[in-house]
């Protein structure tokens, strides 16, 4: 014997009907049984209806046609026109009852439980009766059982309590010698005194785990709308998926806790005589589903992660609770006298505090009972009052296989602490199958993901890009991490999603990730108006695991946004300059902020574009190594500039050069001023541990007074070209000397200093091409020859590997 159930959802329409019909038919060839809801939102349509009957308002008769024409309807659509009439009369006959009973509540305004149970019975009454009849009327041996006539419970109306020993006799009886395929109304039962009761929430598949223990069934099969048990809510973790088995242990706690395909209570005849349940999905029939038995086999350490929202913690401390016997005994008497149910339960060792997770809508209440309670000890300061903190989720990973698995809440935690979740509370019992945090609500959907990303897809990790600046080094980006998409998910399992671009005009956001191919010009036809706060509100507020916001522009007003968005757990990659050679507080508080929030701030293609310049720094010094001297050329433009420019070329043409092969800052007056290369060897200066100001660095401008101030790159240009002249005899004079020119950077004993200088054939710096930059590193162990790292520091395909590279740096660090 196999027994089925079929929820309202499966039955909701005579399409749907049909289809479980077509569903059933495979089965015909054994023993079954079938369970049906009543059609899909009846129920609640019922319960309406009492309810505005109740008020004495008429339009409940409205509402009972409407719950007449669907049944009807349904009678029509399923039945051949032969057979209708003496269906649709008993159909006709119960809707008359129904009417009947409600127009009682409406005169005497009064609907006690019992009446609502009566009333709630029609639903499944109704269904099983159509289907019965649809079936038989495809030549399907079927016919209807009211389960009233063979489920005792006692008159607990709403929620009866089953006596099996009556009931499985009765089924027993009921089924012996029957041919006929059973068509069982679910959720309703019959009293000992006679009356209509009801088995309470998802009473049907009780009702279904009631005939498979009394039949003694090999399987009992749930039908449902979705694929069996996931291993997460697929409405918050897109990446959610079946979980193939799981035992009863772990099916009741992922359903205590929110996955609701299946209600614990209604296992419980099944569990006790190890039937397996199978939940399948009527939508999609050939899929396996899941099976719940007694044995949990597939290894994997946990099986999924279920959420519960509307939580409120209330704590209860106070010196009066050490070691004081009874304490917990009066509070938890006091919330289950208020009928307060007590879901999460933490008390450290010190017992100086109880925390206990309720819902939030028995909160105040469940306060005041216990504050009455304890009032004694408040008033003599042993206790205080009790505190409430709401707004919280409890999340629970579950599965046998944590059990003496070290590890498994240190994976937990780690996921959630590296995306800035905090945790307010923790349980886990010794059964060793749960750990439940107690996390705020706004932060469930990160929360959810990050831990799936961390138990079932450990080594795949999606980076959630926001990019700021669509310019050279953003547009180039887009294009590296579209051409590398592929290659990365295969071979080092990241996906870099890019959830949102914006320039300084529009921005552009989806959830889901950009097509980069068309993002930018996406952007520009679809955006919404830019705006950096809302921005950055936005990003926060989607909360996405493993975000990474990148600033491809050259705007402190961007760099302004930093340390919120750090606070927030986001990380940041950037090749702007501005954050780290800014106030010397600002660069400091962006340190300590990523620091103390565990997110990354990386900012490698500050210096040297994509050469490995700050990396290298800062692996001398954290292995102990001490800067005596840095010194560079820092500036892939001026470099450019400076080996191009030679005797018949005009400066202004090699300096528009340069512009054009995307070396230049964004106004290539920030490279000609020796301000862009002042920023960079402050930015290392810093990074070797001194503490000095952009103010301190003394800088040469090679920006003719007249070019200076406010005026278009464009301008700008026009008048450098009067200025040729000047450069041409710079440019003799070093010639003359058998020299080159070259802008340097120098640091040495705590001084910073960048200008145009001369350099013979001898120095390291003479033989530089195009947009090459050098550094030379002296320290402590390089102290007889200088580190040298020399190549290409300017550029748009360059700075946007060394941007990605970075990108992809937290993507290991995430894992
Ligand atoms: N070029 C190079 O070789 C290197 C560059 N860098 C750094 O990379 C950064 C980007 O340079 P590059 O791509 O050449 O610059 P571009 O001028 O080409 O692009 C800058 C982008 O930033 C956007 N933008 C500017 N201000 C804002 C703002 N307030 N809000 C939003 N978006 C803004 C611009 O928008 P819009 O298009 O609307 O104007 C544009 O899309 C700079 O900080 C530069 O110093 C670092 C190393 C090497
Ligand atoms: N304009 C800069 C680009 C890199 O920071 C340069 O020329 O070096």
Redesign the pocket.
């Known amino acids: 014997m196999k027994v089925l159930k079929f929820g309202g959802s499966s039955v909701a329409t005579p399409p749907r009907i049909q289809n479980v019909i077509e569903v059933l038919k495979p089965y015909l060839k054994e023993e079954i049984a079938v369970v049906f809801s009543a059609f899909g939102g009846i129920t609640d349509t019922l319960i309406q209806i009492s309810t505005l009957a109740l008020e004495g308002k008429a339009a409940y008769k409205d509402k009972l046609t409407e719950i007449e024409k669907r049944h009807l309807d349904a009678v029509r659509e399923l039945i051949s026109i032969q057979k209708q009439s003496s269906i649709l009369a008993q159909v006709k006959i119960k809707i008359n009852e129904l009417e009947d009973v409600l127009h009682g509540v409406y005169l005497v305004k009064e609907r006690t439980p019992r009446t609502l149970d009566y009333i709630m019975s029609f639903g499944e009454r109704l269904s099983a009766y159509i289907i019965s009849e649809a079936m038989k009327d495809q030549g399907i041996s079927a016919s209807y059982l009211d389960a009233r006539n063979v489920i005792r419970t006692d008159n607990h109306f709403g929620y009866a309590k089953v006596d099996f020993e009556v009931t499985n006799k009765l089924i027993r009886e009921h089924f012996r010698n029957k041919k006929e395929v059973q068509i069982i109304t679910g959720f309703i039962a019959t009293a000992e005194t006679g009356e209509t009761t009801t088995l309470g929430r998802s009473g049907s598949d009780y009702t279904a785990a009631i005939f498979a223990a009394a039949l003694q069934a090999h399987d009992l099969e749930i039908w449902t709308d979705v694929d069996g048990m996931m291993t997460a809510d697929p409405r918050l973790v897109k990446k959610a998926f079946t979980v193939p088995q799981m035992s009863y242990e772990e099916a009741m706690e992922l359903s205590h806790f929110g996955a609701k395909v299946i209600f614990p209570a209604t296992m419980q005849p099944a569990m006790v005589n190890k039937i397996p349940i199978w939940i399948k999905n009527t939508f999609n029939p050939t899929f396996k589903g899941t099976v719940i038995h007694a044995e949990s086999t597939n290894g994997k350490l946990i099986k999924g992660i279920s959420s519960m929202n509307g939580i409120t913690l209330l704590n209860v401390q106070g010196s009066g609770l050490l070691g004081v016997v009874g304490v917990s005994m009066r509070l938890f008497a006091t919330l289950a006298r208020e009928r307060v149910n007590v879901i999460l339960i933490s008390q450290a060792s010190s017992e100086h505090s109880i925390c206990i997770a309720i819902e939030s809508t028995l909160a105040n209440h469940a306060k005041r009972a216990i504050e009455k309670e304890f009032q004694n000890e408040i008033r003599n300061e042993e206790i205080d009052e009790v505190q409430i903190e709401g707004d919280l989720s409890i999340v629970a990973v579950v599965g046998d296989g944590m059990k003496h698995s070290p590890g498994t809440s240190g994976r937990m935690f780690s996921a959630l602490g590296k995306n800035g979740i905090n945790i307010v509370a923790i349980a886990q019992g010794s059964s060793e199958r749960n750990i439940s945090v107690v996390i705020r609500q706004s932060d469930v959907a990160k929360g959810l993901n990050a831990l799936h990303e961390a138990f079932f897809l450990s080594d795949r990790k999606v980076l959630n890009v926001f990019l ?9 980006l887009l294009q590296m991490i579209e051409d590398q998409f592929v290659k990365l998910a295969k071979e080092n399992l990241l996906e870099v999603n890019v959830i949102a671009i ?6 552009l956001f989806n959830e889901e990730g950009l097509t980069l191919k068309r993002g930018i010009e996406e952007m520009k036809v679809k955006g919404e108006a ?1 705006s ?1 706060m809302g ?1 950055v509100d936005r990003m926060i507020t989607l909360n996405k695991t493993n975000s990474i916001f990148v ?5 402190e ?2 760099t302004d946004c930093y340390e919120r968005i750090l606070a927030s757990n986001i990380s940041i990659v ?5 954050a780290n050679s800014g106030s010397y507080e600002k660069y400091y508080s962006l340190k300590n902020v990523a620091f103390q929030r565990g997110a990354k701030f990386l900012y490698e ?2 210096v040297g ?1 994509g050469l490995p310049v700050i990396n290298t720094l800062n692996d001398l010094l954290l292995s102990g190594d001490k800067v005596i001297s840095i010194e560079g050329v820092l500036s ?2 001026l470099n450019y500039i400076f080996s191009t420019y030679t005797t018949g070329k005009k400066f202004s043409d090699v300096v528009k050069e340069a512009k054009e092969k ?5 106004d290539p007056r ?1 490279d000609l001023s020796g301000k ?1 290369v002042a920023r960079k060897i402050l930015i290392l200066s810093r990074e070797a541990g001194l503490q000095l100001e952009l103010d301190q660095v003394s800088v040469q401008n090679l920006v003719p007074e007249d070019c200076q101030g406010d005026m278009s790159v464009e301008q700008f240009f026009k008048k450098l070209e009067r200025h040729d002249a000047s450069f041409e005899k710079l440019l003799k004079t070093a010639e003359a000397k058998g020299e080159k020119l070259r802008y340097k950077a120098v640091l040495r004993e705590g001084k910073v200093k960048v200008e145009l200088g001369s350099v013979d054939s001898h120095h390291p710096f003479y033989s530089l091409s195009g ?1 090459d930059n050098i550094i030379l590193l002296t320290t402590e162990r390089y102290h007889e020859r200088p580190m040298v790292i020399r190549g290409p ?4 395909t ?2 946007a590997a ?1 941007v990605f590279a970075d990108i992809i740096r937290i993507g290991h660090y995430a894992k």
């Open positions: 700021v600046g669509t310019g050279l080094i953003g547009n180039s914006a320039n300084s005009k529009r921005m830019m950096m921005f600033d491809c522009t050259s705007s007003e961007v950037t090749p702007n300059k501005k293609t500050n574009a892939g433009t995307g070396y230049t800052e964004p920030d862009d947009s520091g300017a550029g748009a360059v700075t060394g």
